[in-house]
């Protein structure tokens, strides 16, 4: 379920292309020649459902003895991944011509009336299948009569609908081209560096052998034979044993140039396979991800650096407002408060007006729920710290997609280890307004968010179980999860809240009357609403590009590794949240409205609106149509959405209490 998760921190952060340094987490893997080479499965995925299903959940071949599990992280728990073992018999350097696995009973076939089978309803839902050798995804090879496409994310078609007949076919065979390249280092030791996969799909006519065991070949044994199931009746040129010298390997134009049929997703069907392998010598182990990454420069990198133009451009003329209106008001402000009036001043009462005639009232605490202000300030400290500290270490390149799993566990621990920064400002802040129900701030501040998170995690879980998809985690993962919480996340929070209580209060350059100041009419510019459509479109309009882009690697299996283009877009978001923030708490402190804590809180996070707002047009581009899917996005959006309302909240407050101490502190008070 992770990608839902990530899509919490993801959005937090708000990207240069990382190709010239990553760690890829894992240690190279020689091969000599003959060595077996292991063919691994993962979850089948769905831009339509966002439900992955397991591999073996429909009728494909399996290994000896029944699918083996990999060993798998939380990370890959939670991201639904399910690595296991497969039938293919793949080794270094060596050939393989229709190969055939297994013959298997897809099921009925399609027809009015009748329910379709578990793969029609797979191949009619666009799932497809993520293959993985050696570490590396496989790419996708689509051939046409005009076109040949590859394509480095989503892996490839279960099958496909044809045009004419609206009947599902399913892809039986798969060419499966592997390149590789020499060890300078190591005589006789080769390297993978790509892996690709196309599928076709071919009728075969065959007669099941009568003895298949006798050809079965282990895995481990030298050499390399023929596993033979069935008789093919009807052979294309690279499955026709008759051809021994200068076979070919399956093609496009071999399998449809004469008129021959697709296999039909029901009955029963023969699965065949070619293994191709290349030398490439241009393309070394420590690069190979480089394609993936840029997704075969799907993206231009001037489409970020456009978005970081853009996103400048917003500062730029957000901090040339700012030096136009509060620096030169401030300073004309400060010349008049401070300069001595006179006695025809005085006798007027002109010597106060604008916003030092709210010094007294400025500091008082917020008039609803100093706790929940203080909680929320707390829990957004959390989560930008987690933020900042996973974008900055997956900017420098140590969360590769190599090490799967490790993005998601590295925020979720981050976070979880943040959990005294949240007690310490939520205990602290609470102490500055003079709260006494301290044991509540902190015991909200550790369940809060955190509760909110895992009650739609569970929620989400049972979705995912009643759609017997790999995003239901195992009961021990929910442990696990239990325990970071209870077991490392809310002691932390108790102890920075200690420190944050043992610390004083936050010291005001001026005194707060008794008496609250009655606030005049407002224009109906500087209402709540206004400010909040106004206050957060700057910062989204800021950072919307570089969304569009996270959001198709979290709901469209897309590679999404910009973390540099995605640093400065993070801090272009966090300065825009802060100036926006502070120059309305300006204007309102003008209108002798002192009312800003929350107001500052909501203007900053009001971007989080925009974001949930801009779901609903993203959520379009799935083609989605079963309820399971619109609970499952609109709830991790909504919660995604939550956590950055939290966070740009959290830097609103403090931009403005840092904003109001240095005005008022730099002028006197009678």
């Known amino acids: 379920m992770a990608r839902q998760i990530a899509l919490l921190a993801a959005l937090l952060y708000g990207g240069y292309e990382a190709q010239a340094f990553y760690l890829p987490g894992v240690n190279p893997q020689s091969f000599s020649e003959g060595d077996p080479v292991k063919l691994k499965v993962n979850k089948m995925t769905s831009s339509q459902t966002l439900m992955p299903l397991d591999y073996y ?17 939380l990370g890959e728990f939670l991201a639904g ?11 270094m350097k060596e050939d393989m011509y229709c190969e055939q696995l297994c013959i298997t009973n897809i099921g009925r076939g399609e027809a009015k009336g009748v329910s379709p089978n578990k793969m029609v309803r797979a191949i009619r839902k666009n799932y497809h299948n993520n293959w993985i050798v050696d570490n590396l995804s496989a790419a996708s090879k689509i051939e046409d009569d005009t076109t040949v496409t ?9 099958g496909f609908i044809a045009a004419d007949t609206k009947k599902a076919y399913i892809h039986n065979h798969v060419n499966i081209e592997i390149q590789y390249h020499a060890v300078e280092t190591e005589t006789d030791k080769f390297r993978i560096v790509r892996f690709v996969v196309e599928p076709f799909s071919i009728k075969h006519d ?9 050809d079965e070949v282990d895995a481990d044994d030298e050499g390399s034979s ?49 293994v191709k392998w290349v030398e490439n010598k241009e393309l070394h182990w420590a690069s190979r991800w480089d394609v993936y990454l840029s997704m075969d420069n799907a993206i231009p990198n001037k489409v970020h650096w456009l978005s970081i133009a853009n996103s400048l451009v917003i500062v730029f003329v957000l901090s040339a407002m700012i030096a136009a209106i509060l620096v030169r008001n401030l300073r004309r402000d400060f010349s008049r408060y401070n300069r001595l009036a006179t006695d025809e001043e005085k006798a007027e009462d002109l010597e106060e007006f604008g916003w030092k005639l709210v010094h007294a009232d400025v ?3 917020p008039s609803f729920s100093p706790l929940l202000l203080s909680v929320a300030c707390g829990t957004g400290a959390q989560i930008l710290c987690m933020s900042v500290i996973t974008l900055i270490f997956s900017a420098m390149g140590f969360l590769s997609p190599a090490n799967r799993g490790a993005l998601l566990m590295a925020q979720l621990l ?13 205990a602290r802040l609470y102490k500055t307004f003079k709260g006494k129900s301290w044991q509540k701030a902190t015991v909200l501040t550790a369940l809060g968010f955190p509760g909110i998170c895992f009650a739609l995690f569970c929620l989400m879980n049972v979705l995912a179980l009643t759609q017997h998809s790999t995003d239901a985690v195992p009961f021990t993962t929910m442990l696990i999860l239990i325990v970071l919480w209870f077991g490392i996340s809310t002691p932390l929070v108790f102890f920075g809240a200690y420190f944050g209580y043992k610390q004083d209060a936050i010291e005001f350059p001026v005194n ?13 510019f500087m209402n709540d609403l206004f400010t909040l459509l106004v206050g957060g479109i700057l910062p989204f309009g800021a950072c919307f590009v570089e969304l569009y882009f996270i959001l198709g690697s979290v709901w469209m299996d897309q590679y999404y590794y910009v973390f540099g283009f995605l640093l400065l877009v993070f801090i272009v978001l966090v300065v825009t949240c802060a100036e926006i923030t502070v120059l309305f708490c300006y204007f309102h402190l003008c209108g002798e409205n002192y009312h800003w804590w929350w107001r500052s809180f909501c203007t900053a996070g009001s971007t989080a609106l925009y974001v949930f707002v801009y779901s609903f047009a993203y959520f379009k581009q799935l083609e989605a149509n079963n309820f399971s899917t619109y609970m499952l996005y609109f709830g991790y959006m909504g919660l995604a959405s939550l956590g950055l309302f939290l966070m740009m909240g959290f830097i609103g407050v403090y931009s403005c209490l840092w904003f109001n101490k240095t005005i008022y502190g730099s002028i006197k008070i009678d």
């Open 206 to 214: 065959f007669a099941p052998g009568d003895d298949d065991d006798d």
């Open 414 to 426: 981050v976070y979880v280890m943040m959990g005294f920064v949240s007690g310490y400002f939520s």
């Open 57 to 73: 959940r429909l009728p494909y071949c399996q290994p000896e003895g029944g699918p083996k599990m990999d060993n798998e992280n």
């Open 363 to 365: 500091f008082r605490p």
């Open 150 to 158: 590859t394509r480095f994310w989503q892996g490839f078609p279960v």
């Open 81 to 91: 991944d399910r690595i296991e073992s497969s039938p293919y018999r793949l080794r």
């Open 226 to 274: 023929s596993f033979k199931v069935a008789d093919i009746e009807n052979p294309i040129a690279s499955c026709n044993p008759a051809i021994k010298n200068k076979k070919e390997h399956t093609s496009y134009d071999m399998v449809y140039g004469r008129g021959r049929e697709p296999q039909p997703a029901s009955g029963k069907v023969l699965f065949t396979y070619d």
């Open 512 to 524: 707060t009357s008794s008496i609250p100041r009655q606030i005049p009419d407002q224009p109906w």
